[in-house]
T-cell receptor, first 113, second 115 residues
Framework: GNSVTQMEGPVTLSEEAFLTINCTYTATGYPSLFWYVQYPGEGLQLLLK?????DKGSNKGFEATYRKETTSFHLEKGSVQVSDSAVYFC????????????FGGGTRLMVKP | EAGVAQSPRYKIIEKRQSVAFWCNPI?????LYWYQQILGQGPKLLIQFQNNGVVDDSQLPKDRFSAERLKGVDSTLKIQPAKLEDSAVYLC?????????????FGPGTRLTVT
């Protein structure tokens, strides 16, 4: 079956530090990969996605590259801001199984000024 | 464009009581999802509707959970009777259609505490 594993948090960084949140997956077939972000008191929002191997998703300074050989989709940002403090979820969707999303456990990021 | 609406935002009940949650998807979205997010875990799909029909309810505990989307628009999720382990955030999401090309949009969730 499908599963997503991401690094446990919380991750605490100072403003302008480099961010990496690791995500690895297990899936049948060729899934699409996603990063969602959940700001305090708000719903999940799609941050970025990649639909095939070697694709790079990017948005708001965040990037993640679909690595089929290592079954990974690590999230990176070169310089974090206090406003990036949130919980980040890695997820996959098996393109042969409708629209069902499988999520990782989430990683809380705290950025200090 | 209005997002996915959910109510209530918070609910506290005692075990063995009943509770219902309501979701109004984005206008025109045919597909609606209910997820359960237990503290410290990622969301888990409970049920997926396409219009007023159930597409997938394989992870819905049917002995106590039920959901309906009678007119193919808004939806209710009910728990009867509640157990302590049902304490979680219940997320509703919608997408324009079913299929990999269509993004899911999430509501703010209902936080349920069962005491």
């Amino acid at each position: 079956g499908n599963s997503v594993t991401q690094m446990e948090g919380p991750v605490t960084l100072s403003e302008e530090a480099f961010l990496t949140i690791n995500c690895t997956y297990t899936a049948t077939g060729y899934p699409s990969l996603f990063w969602y972000v959940q700001y305090p008191g708000e719903g999940l929002q799609l941050l970025l996605k990649a639909t095939k191997a070697d694709d790079k998703g990017s948005n708001k300074g965040f990037e993640a590259t679909y690595r089929k050989e290592t079954t990974s989709f690590h999230l990176e940002k070169g310089s974090v801001q206090v406003s990036d403090s949130a919980v980040y979820f890695c997820a996959l969707r098996n393109n042969n199984a409708g629209n069902m999303l499988t999520f990782g456990g989430g990683t809380r990021l705290m950025v200090k000024p | 464009e209005a997002g996915v609406a959910q109510s209530p935002r918070y609910k506290i009940i005692e075990k063995r009581q009943s509770v219902a949650f309501w979701c109004n998807p984005i206008s025109g979205h045919a597909t609606l999802y209910w997820y359960q997010q237990i503290l410290g875990q990622g969301p888990k799909l409970l049920i997926q509707f396409q219009n007023n029909g159930v597409v997938d309810d394989s992870q819905l505990p049917k002995d106590r959970f039920s959901a309906e989307r009678l007119k193919g628009v808004d939806s209710t999720l009910k728990i009867q009777p509640a157990k302590l382990e049902d304490s979680a955030v219940y997320l509703c999401a919608s997408s324009q259609r079913q299929g990999p090309s269509y993004e899911q949009y999430f509501g703010p969730g209902t936080r349920l505490t069962v005491t």
